[in-house]
């Protein structure tokens, strides 16, 4: 099947001699939620801008449902939605008329039932008349993502959607994106908060100093990259660990009462069985064990700090 | 062609006009009277006819001229440099249009906001004075030609800008001065031959007189020049603003 976005090659600098990205290859798939991770400056903004039309590609391509972006630009943007990162708001509009101007920006006839389906599901509905500027902040955001909606969008773009925005719309948002996704949109969303990557997304992209470090099924991300841990807690502290146990890879925590270890869960051996029957030979006595597994932001922070 | 687009961003640009009614129909239409009270009766009575025309009558153009050139360019610039400054050009370089359409939205939308201060001052001025057009459609052709090549003008303008301060720099130092000084108020026959001479390298002299004489058969310059000018500074703005959205120059990075 024909990716929802197909990015080959893709590269920016910018007038300063500043490159953004290099050569980046990507394919988004049609309704998978992707999330891109990368710190600050990472290149992730300049990524949507360019797929978006608002900044000018240095070399490369990008095809969206196969129209190039440049060439067949009209076809390409129509099934698009941006909602960007800075809350830019026509100030002295109503929540109506400019949620209604982006709608007819997008080539698309008046739809009044739409958008009051759109304002009501963000719970805009109330102040269809307000005017921008006597919203709140979170309001705001909202207004953004159904300017983003109007024209009924087959891709969404939502750069950092969350960022600064109370719980309430937080959840609210999610609940929009799932519904969305189950009609079908592809949703690519940039955020730093990695818990929300790691409870929405379908599928991880890193990008980090212009580059896509990887791109990957959230559960294969894990699953390769996660390390667990194993913590043991002891009945009677320890000064030291015993020479026995050198050759694991242990460290004693909380004065001497906590074992922890880490193992690789794709190893051919965990190791667990031989340390546990290790411990007892040195007459290690355990009170307590638990094992964690590590989430994406440790390897998100693992992956970043590799290619620094 | 997105028809919707173009409507859409028309009407949105319309709809600023009426919020923003007494700034942008009261204000002018205020200082129009206000000339007339000084130019036209408080001096107007110690100034001979000119041409056959009392002076009331004879400025009439001039001060429809003044008013458009300076809101063509007003509206123009701030309808396209407020998108820029508060960012939601965003959206409208993010949508499935072409420069032409954002143009003609913007543009359109700037020049029918003055032709609609032209007609009013054209209304109020008939209280003033007796009023005379002899050549309907050229009065229209200079009106709208005028209007459309001026508000390009604006809209390069507010492209350019990247502050308030850029955005009335044109405007007030340059438009302003050429369009007292190209004979809104007097016949250019009423200076010395030397000003004469440099008044006729002031482009907005041939816009007046040709429009002036659309309603006296009265003019500094001949008609065919006006036209001829009237339409080369037409082609330059339409030339600028193409070689912008070709090279996305101050839009895109």
Redesign the interface.
Known sequence: MQPAISVSQLSKVYDSGFQALHAVDLDIMNGEILALLGPNGAGKTTLISIICGIVNPTGGTVRVQGHDIVTDFRAARQLIGLVPQELHVETFETVWDTVSYSRGLFGKKPNPPLIERILKDLSLWEKKDSRILELSGGMKRRVMIAKALAHEPRILFLDEPTAGVDVELRKDMWQLVRGLREGGVTIILTTHYIEEAEEIADRVGVINKGRLILVEEKEELMRKLGKKQLTLELNAALDSLPEALARYDLDLEQGGERIVYRYDTQAERTGIGSLLADLNRAGISIKDLATEQSSLEDIFVTLVEETR | M????I???YF?EM??MR?TLLQSVVSPVLSTSLYFIVFGAAIGSRIEEIDGVGYGSFIVPGLMMLTLLQNSISNASFGIYF?KF???I?????????FVEIVLGYVGAAATKSLILGAIILATAHLFVPIEIRHPFWMVFFLVATAVTFSLFGFIIGIWADNFEKLQLIPLLVVTPLVFLGGSFYSIQMLPEFWQKVTLANPVLYLISGFRWSFYETADVSVEVSIAMIILFLVLCIGLVWWIFRT?YKL??
């Open positions: 997105n028809f919707e687009a409507k859409a961003i949105f709809a600023r919020r998108p508060v960012g939601t965003y959206e409208v370089l993010s949508a499935p249009i072409s996305g895109k990075t």
